[in-house]
């Protein structure tokens, strides 16, 4: 069965901060990996990794691959309050089907 | 416009019932997908409907079907309700069933089962 781990489960902050969040997986027949910003509702895509060590940036928020560790990183630089939310990694293997991990609670204070 | 949307946003019904949530999209999808996320926030897929095809993860009882009267509309129909069943649902929709699209969720819909 695949598996999706996240860390850490939670994380409180204050704004300015950098953090890195932390995504691990066990999947059959790996195709790509997603990253998620679930706030009150749903889930918003951020980021697709498929190649490893090919960094994707959008503004403060970046993600990267390592599959040789199964592994992904999220760094979000220079928080502000409205980076608070549910960051949910999502793997996507044999089937097509995403295995979501348990999400990471990000909490920033002013 | 919204891209996905669910209806309704919030269900509360007793145990035993029969209930149906509805999932409509119009950005042209090929596939759409009912996710359960528990009150731990772990979203698990429950199917994806792709061009008639049905893919049910194996851990869903009987008890959920998907119906998809036309491929902008992927209904959930729950049939006896459990306590259990109490969870937010997803409807979610992707272009295709290929690796490189990303899905789109809707609003998602709280179901309590009393």
């Known amino acids: 069965e695949d598996k999706v781990v996240q860390s850490p489960l939670s994380l409180v902050v204050h704004e300015g901060d950098t953090v890195t969040l932390n995504c691990s997986y066990e999947?059959?027949?790996?195709?790509?990996l997603l990253w998620y910003k679930q706030e009150k509702k749903a889930p918003t895509f951020l980021f697709m990794l498929?190649?490893?060590?090919i960094e994707k940036k959008s503004g403060r928020l970046s993600s990267i691959l390592d599959k040789k560790e199964l592994s992904s990183i999220l760094n979000i630089t220079a928080t502000q309050t409205g980076d608070s939310a549910i960051y949910l990694c999502a793997v996507r293997g044999a089937g097509n089907m995403l295995t979501f991990g348990g999400g990471t609670r990000l909490m920033v204070k002013p | 416009d919204t891209a996905v949307s669910q209806t309704p946003k919030y269900l509360v019904t007793q145990m035993g019932n029969d209930k149906s949530i509805k999932c409509e999209q119009n950005?042209?999808?090929?596939?759409m997908y009912w996710y359960k996320q528990d009150s731990k926030k772990f979203l698990k897929i429950m199917f994806s409907y792709n061009n008639k095809e049905l893919i049910i993860n194996e851990t869903v009882p009987n008890r959920f079907s998907p119906k998809s009267p036309d491929k902008a509309h992927l209904n959930l129909h729950i049939n006896s309700l459990e306590l259990g069943d109490s969870a937010v649902y997803f409807c979610?929709?992707?272009?295709?069933?290929?690796?490189?699209?990303?899905?789109?969720f809707g609003p998602g819909t709280r179901l309590t089962v009393t």
């Open positions: 999947v059959t027949n790996f195709r790509s």
């Open positions: 498929t190649s490893s060590g």
């Open positions: 950005l042209g999808h090929d596939t």
């Open positions: 979610a929709s992707s272009p295709g069933l290929a690796a490189a699209y990303e899905q789109y």
